[in-house]
């Protein structure tokens, strides 16, 4: 058997109106109803007269796994992006879609877990930060992932490789479950 995968990137969401992507396009996103390859606009919500817009999604046009991404060594995030976010949550849970989280840059606020990846799970420090995560949006600690990116090496590593590929299989293994309800 034959499984394809599609991740979708989109751009973040902001502070304020009219700036980062809007929360009413990425709920129709999960239903389907963009097409692959649409730009979306801050300032210009998506609507069923647009070219891409698809009135009548296929399973496979539906989102089967929402997963947002957040740096930890950005500052408090804003409540108005929080909120944003906590809507896109609600309507992926009220559609059954599971949710999880990345926690990225996780080497550049904790000197153990810099100095040895394998203290990840024992960092005071990022489980503080995926607590305070967790409890802002909802996301339960087990569906927060700390990752960290590639960004200064020059070959593979097989520590930050685990940790990547272990959050890439949890997002296929959930987007399998939730397809085998459809």
Request: overall charge negative.
């Amino acid at each position: 058997m034959i499984y394809v995968f599609v991740f979708n990137d989109i751009m973040g969401l902001e502070d304020g109106d009219g700036r980062g992507v809007r929360t009413d396009d990425i709920k129709l996103a999960l239903k389907g109803h963009v097409k692959e390859g649409y730009k979306f606009n801050p300032v210009s919500p998506l609507s069923d007269v647009d070219p891409g817009y698809i009135s009548s999604p296929s399973i496979s046009d539906r989102v089967h796994v929402l997963v947002c991404i957040y740096s930890a060594n950005a500052p408090q995030m804003n409540q108005s992006v929080l909120q944003k976010m906590r809507e896109i949550r609600e309507a992926a849970s009220e559609l059954g879609i599971p949710q999880l989280a990345i926690l990225s840059h996780i080497d550049e606020v904790c000197r153990d877990t810099e100095r040895n990846l394998k203290n990840v799970y024992k960092s005071k420090h990022l489980k503080k930060k995926m607590g305070d995560f967790s409890s802002s949006l909802g996301i339960p600690m087990n569906c927060i992932l700390p990752v960290k990116n590639y960004s200064l090496e020059i070959q593979l590593n097989s520590d930050i490789n685990a940790l990547i590929l272990s959050a890439l299989k949890l997002m296929v293994d959930f987007g399998d479950d939730y397809a085998d309800k459809l």
